[in-house]
């Protein structure tokens, strides 16, 4: 596997999501036992959030890496309206208590909510200071959030990102790689839909032997300090997202990609799911 650093540590360039993963009761053991499969993969970044099934998700992440927890770099998020000075340390506990560990190696706001900024960052500061969380970090910020945010304890920015919304290349790519800051990009398979149809990446899957999601992957990590998430159950699916860290695109296929979805030149709107 592919690593790369964060905040001090190796990860590898590409984890697993668990959004919709905790939702359904009789689904609980097929994405356990997905979640353990990528692990041996060597996919040990593992994100997942309170709010992925209301608790649900990290309930299936608790119960997949009992026993293993050393191996994995486990990433939650708390909800914005949770993001209060009382709220931040609460909801940690609650994550804490449905994750089955001591400490989560990276804490995230969800998105920008209703509490200042400033009163969250010491919530999360607090949480490190008392081991709960080793770093902490923040989703679906622009580059005037990250600005006003001014802070470079700030271990991650976690944005949607794959050739369908790379609106972020124009400005909020590089400040990030300029400010040493890794973007973890969600999304990274365009949830399965009709990114993976798309002839030009189909062409150079068939190029090199591979699948459009390896593509996908392949292209979100092509540069520098990008970590893509994507989320798997099928078997399959888990075997090719990690192989994908294997596969380089080329020059002719990175020109066939930005034929179909070229490169932004002017300022977007950070785009969200
Ligand atoms: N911070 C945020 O606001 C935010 C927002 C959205 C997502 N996220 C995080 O990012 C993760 C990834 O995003 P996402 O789950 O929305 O979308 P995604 O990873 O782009 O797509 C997941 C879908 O693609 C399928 N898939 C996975 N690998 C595939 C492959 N190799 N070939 C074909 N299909 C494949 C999965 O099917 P199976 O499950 O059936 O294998 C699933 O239906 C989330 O799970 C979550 O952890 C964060």
């Known amino acids: ?16 999501g668990t959004w919709r993963m905790g939702e359904v009761r009789g689904e609980r053991k097929r994405e356990v036992a997905a979640l353990q499969r990528g692990i041996e993969l060597g996919l040990t970044l593992i994100d ?17 890496i009992q026993g293993r ?18 709220g931040v340390p609460a909801a940690c506990e609650r ?31 607090r949480l490190r200071e008392q081991g709960k969380i080793r770093r902490w970090g923040v989703s679906n ?37 300029r400010h040493g800051m890794p973007l973890m990009a969600y999304c990274p398979v365009g949830q399965g839909g009709r990114l993976l149809r798309h002839p030009a990446l189909l062409e150079i899957a068939e190029r090199h032997g591979a699948t459009p999601a390896q593509v996908a992957l392949a292209w979100a990590t092509r540069q520098p300090g990008v970590i893509a998430i994507p989320k798997a159950v099928d078997a399959e699916h888990l075997r090719q997202n990690a192989g994908a860290a ?5 020059e002719t296929d990175l020109a066939r990609i930005d034929a179909a979805y070229p490169p932004p030149t002017r300022k977007h709107r950070l785009e969200m799911v």
């Open 95 to 125: 994550s804490l208590r449905r994750l089955g560990t001591e400490t989560i190696d990276l804490y995230l706001l969800h998105w920008r909510g209703p509490h200042p900024l400033e009163e969250t960052v010491e919530a999360f500061e």
């Open 1 to 16: 596997m592919r690593m790369t650093e964060l905040a001090g540590t190796q990860v590898p360039v590409i984890g697993q």
């Open 141 to 177: 910020f622009d580059v005037d959030d990250l600005e006003e945010l001014g802070e470079p304890a700030c271990a991650t920015n976690q944005v949607l990102y794959n050739p369908e919304a790379r609106g972020l290349e124009f400005d909020l790519l590089p400040w990030q790689q």
């Open 48 to 64: 997942t959030a309170e709010m992925y099934g209301e608790g649900g998700a990290e309930e299936v992440v608790g119960e997949a």
């Open 69 to 86: 927890r050393e191996q994995v770099f486990l990433v939650s998020k708390v909800y914005p309206h949770n993001a209060s000075q009382r």
């Open 246 to 250: 294997g596969l380089r695109l080329d």
